[in-house]
């Protein structure tokens, strides 16, 4: 890490100019391992994660080139190799104010990923793997597991032994595959400079449960995290663009969302316990309030995953 971010950072200056300027200096928007994120004018370089498939990258960008308009698309289809990292290159935009929740733009998240599911895989120009939603909640189990023995641990495995192996990364999802997002939440968004908001971060793109993308937002819901009228605002906002991941007509979404808003509950309280451990604290009020969502959820089985939303 210590040599890949000032080889990010050179990589994206020159990026953006290939001559010197006289810019503000290079912003490091992310230093995770797995994602190193450097901005330099209206240019960002990403370093993606350790031991990224190139072929399911390469993929994924060519999706992202084709669905401008949807997605944020990449300048350039080729990841660069850099340290041992993979690299890609985007036009930089404004990401949603978090110091200002109130203007969230739920009906325009709402609307791209309805458009994102309803693209027929087969006008993709690429073949995609599936969308990595799964893997990623079984990932943060196997974290938590690993950062060592905690109290809020239990009520996390009870609720995740609860979901079906889909939801685990252990089958595939039993539901018709559609395009997906894989990580949605309101940080996978920018608006550009032409006032487009736009989807971000295709790491996770691929075929498999749309409801999965909405499953972030519901189980914040569920979990009592998020306001009710603005759940409303984006689930309404979702039917009115006809996104196929719940029936369009104001049935009741939730047997189509339990599932995948369980598994993300428990991947969200995996994390914070994991985290707890490593910071040497306690949790803290909402890490709390989604181990005690999952201690609820153990409690009650998950709704019967349905074999068609249509």
Request: with cysteine; glycine share 6%.
């Amino acid at each position: 890490m210590t040599a890949l971010l000032p080889a990010l950072t050179a990589k994206v200056r020159h990026a953006a100019h290939r001559t010197p300027c006289a810019c503000a200096p290079e912003a490091v928007l992310a230093d995770r391992d797995d994602a190193t994120v450097v901005r330099h004018g209206d240019t960002v370089a990403k370093a993606h994660a350790p031991g990224t498939d190139p072929t399911e990258l390469a993929a994924r960008l060519k999706v992202a080139a084709a669905l401008n308009g949807t997605l944020l698309p990449p300048l350039g289809e080729t990841a660069i190799p850099l340290h041992g990292r993979l690299v890609t290159l985007w036009e930089a935009g404004t990401p949603v104010d978090r110091d200002d929740p109130d203007a969230a733009p739920w009906e325009a998240v709402a609307t791209l990923l309805a458009r994102l599911h309803a693209t027929p895989t087969a006008e993709l120009p690429h073949p995609l793997p599936d969308m990595r939603g799964p893997t990623k909640a079984a990932r943060a189990m196997t974290r938590m597991r690993a950062a060592g023995p905690h109290p809020a641990a239990v009520p996390v495995e009870r609720a995740w032994a609860t979901l079906p192996g889909w939801a685990r990364a252990e089958a595939p999802a039993p539901l018709p595959g559609l395009l997906c997002h894989g990580d949605l939440h309101l940080g996978q968004l920018v608006r550009t400079s032409e006032g487009r908001w736009l989807l971000i971060d295709v790491d996770d793109l691929g075929i498999g449960d749309p409801a999965w993308d909405l499953a972030r937002p519901a189980a914040w819901y569920a979990c009592g995290l998020l306001p009710a009228d603005e759940w409303t605002r984006f689930l309404t906002a979702y039917r009115a663009a006809r996104g196929p991941a719940v029936p369009a007509d104001g049935t009741d979404p939730w047997p189509a969302l339990d599932i995948p808003a369980r598994a993300l509950t428990a991947q969200t309280a995996a994390l914070a316990v994991a985290k707890s451990l490593r910071e040497r604290r306690t949790l803290d009020e909402i890490e709390q309030a989604v181990v005690d969502a999952c201690d609820r959820m153990s409690a009650l089985p998950p709704e019967l995953a349905p074999t068609s939303t249509k």
